[in-house]
T-cell receptor, first 115, second 116 residues
Framework: AQSVTQLGSHVSVSEGALVLLRCNYS??????LFWYVQYPNQGLQLLLK??????LVKGINGFEAEFKKSETSFHLTKPSAHMSDAAEYFC?????????????FGAGTRLFVKA | NAGVTQTPKFRVLKTGQSMTLLCAQD?????MYWYRQDPGMGLRLIHY???????AKGEVPDGYNVSRLKKQNFLLGLESAAPSQTSVYFC???????????????FGEGSRLTVL
């Protein structure tokens, strides 16, 4: 069975500081991994995804994530936080199984950016 | 571009009332899903569909029913609403059979349901 653990329900950084949001997963088959972002009162939108190509994945808005199989991790980073990055971020895992894809989400990490 | 559209966006129900949430997508996606989002719990899958006329249970299906009579629509029904069903509901769709498809989800903007 797949599962996703996001360390820290809230993360606070200063504007211009490094953003690091942690995600660990478990999966019995090679996974597809995703980060989604949710702005207030909106649906989720894809930030980036890992699909077994390059282990360092670049996404929108300057975010990137690195797939580390040995650590079963897929942490999200951004070198310099911007006020507009304040949102909730969800790590997710999926794999093709009988009946199609089923995506499992982590509990989410809310990012606060201080001026 | 409409993408995934959910109606209604807000609804208040009394315990025991019934209602239906409608999800429509115009991307010709095969798969559709209903999730609920509760604070500190992420998104949990209620039901999903891998094609017209087929549905399957997710993690938290009790108290909900679904139908997929047309490929572009996925309905979520509450036959007898309970306060525990107060939540934000998200519909999503994903393509299948296309080169490189990975289960990436495309979400609607959500439907906020309050059951008193």
């Amino acid at each position: 069975a797949q599962s996703v653990t996001q360390l820290g329900s809230h993360v606070s950084v200063s504007e211009g500081a490094l953003v690091l949001l942690r995600c660990n997963y478990s999966s019995s088959v090679p996974p597809y991994l995703f980060w989604y972002v949710q702005y207030p009162n909106q649906g989720l939108q894809l930030l980036l995804k890992y699909t077994s190509a390059a282990t360092l994945v670049k996404g929108i808005n300057g975010f990137e994530a690195e797939f580390k199989k040995s650590e079963t991790s897929f942490h999200l980073t951004k070198p310099s936080a911007h006020m507009s990055d304040a949102a909730e971020y969800f790590c997710a895992v999926s794999d093709r199984n009988t009946g199609g894809f089923k995506t499992i989400f982590g509990a989410g990490t809310r990012l606060f950016v201080k001026a | 571009n409409a993408g995934v559209t959910q109606t209604p966006k807000f609804r208040v129900l009394k315990t025991g009332q019934s209602m239906t949430l409608l999800c429509a997508q115009d991307m010709n996606h095969e798969y559709m899903y209903w999730y609920r989002q509760d604070p500190g719990m992420g998104l949990r899958l209620i039901h999903y569909s891998v094609g017209e006329g087929t549905t399957a249970k997710g993690e938290v299906p009790d108290g909900y029913n679904v139908s997929r009579l047309k490929k572009q629509n996925f309905l979520l029904g509450l036959e007898s609403a309970a306060p525990s069903q107060t939540s934000v509901y998200f519909c999503a769709s994903s393509p299948v059979g296309l080169a490189g498809d990975t289960g990436e989800l495309f979400f609607g903007e959500g439907s906020r349901l309050t059951v008193l």
